[in-house]
């Protein structure tokens, strides 16, 4: 697993609580993952991983942060968007497929994305 892989990756039923969430906002079932944590991680033994969530909605691509990652580049079957703002941390057991790797320069704008989210100058 290397920083910058979109990987799918299996959430389960979104919930809160005992309850299934209808209307949340926190990602659930199975959907690709851009894994945004420094390699240097990526390489111990530690068993979580940081990544933000793909969304094929292109709605979302107006939120601050967010970034355009077309099918060609992604391998995946639809244009989709890198939501900056939605980072998690989950078990490494998570990532089931890896899909493909994007390019330095997407890279970068979802570095500058993460900032903005961050509040990082």
Same mark, same amino acid.
């Given at each position: 697993?290397?920083?910058?892989? =979109?990987?799918? /990756?299996?959430?389960? =039923?979104?919930? /809160?609580?005992?309850? !299934?969430?209808?209307?949340?906002? %926190? @990602?659930?079932?199975?959907?690709? !993952?851009?894994?945004?944590?420094?390699?240097?991680?990526?390489?111990?033994? @530690?068993?979580?991983?940081?990544?933000?969530?793909?969304?094929?909605?292109?709605? $979302? &691509?107006? /939120?601050?942060?967010?970034? $355009?990652? #077309?099918?060609?580049?992604?391998?995946? #079957?639809?244009?989709?968007?890198?939501? /900056?703002?939605? &980072?998690?941390?989950?078990?490494?057991?998570?990532?089931?497929?890896?899909?493909?790797?994007?390019? #330095?320069?997407? *890279?970068?704008?979802? %570095?500058?994305? *993460?900032?903005?989210?961050?509040?990082?100058?």
């Amino acid at each position: 697993m290397i920083r910058g892989e =979109i990987w799918l /990756a299996e959430f389960g =039923i979104p919930c /809160a609580g005992n309850f !299934v969430a209808r209307n949340g906002s %926190e @990602i659930g079932y199975s959907r690709p !993952v851009l894994i945004v944590q420094d390699d240097g991680f990526n390489e111990s033994r @530690i068993k979580t991983i940081v990544v933000l969530p793909l969304t094929t909605n292109l709605r $979302l &691509l107006d /939120a601050p942060g967010n970034v $355009l990652i #077309k099918k060609k580049e992604s391998k995946l #079957k639809e244009d989709s968007v890198i939501i /900056a703002a939605q &980072l998690y941390t989950i078990d490494r057991s998570r990532l089931k497929d890896k899909h493909s790797k994007v390019t #330095k320069e997407t *890279m970068e704008e979802v %570095e500058m994305g *993460m900032k903005l989210v961050l509040g990082i100058n």
